[in-house]
């Protein structure tokens, strides 16, 4: 089984900065990218920035620039530390981890978190 858990969430002012933390874990083989997504209340739920096991980032338009994603490889965890931070930015903060299992054979298994709630207040 895998999981992911996400720490960091919470409540900023405007133009404040936090820092999301999502640690993978369980029996997988490798991760294949690791990312964040974000649903604000009526809104679908959507892509904020990805990495994958390449480095290779995503950012959603409306973070460039202020929002950064890294990865600590050891800790299959992945960060991201957001700056200038916006009331249009509150929003559930989810962690999307896709990863590699053998059980037996290998494929792919997409595991999401539970959540955190980011409230950025003007």
């Known amino acids: 089984q895998v999981q992911v858990v996400e720490s960091g969430g919470g409540l900023v002012q405007a133009g404040g900065s936090l820092r999301l933390s999502c640690a993978a874990s369980?029996?997988?083989?490798?991760?294949?990218?690791m990312g964040w997504y974000r649903q604000a209340p009526g809104n679908q739920r959507e892509l904020v920035a990805t990495?994958?096991?390449?480095?290779?980032?995503r950012y959603a338009d409306s973070v460039k620039g202020r929002f950064t994603i890294s990865r600590e490889n050891t800790k299959n965890t992945v960060y991201l530390q957001m700056n200038s931070l916006k009331p249009e930015d509150t929003a559930v903060y989810y962690c999307?981890?896709?990863?590699?299992?053998?059980?037996?054979?290998?494929?792919?298994?997409?595991?999401w978190g539970q959540g955190t709630l980011i409230s950025v207040s003007s």
């Open positions: 369980g029996s997988f083989v490798g991760f294949l990218s």
């Open positions: 990495i994958t096991s390449a480095g290779t980032v």
């Open positions: 999307n981890a896709n990863v590699a299992v053998a059980d037996p054979f290998y494929r792919p298994l997409e595991v």
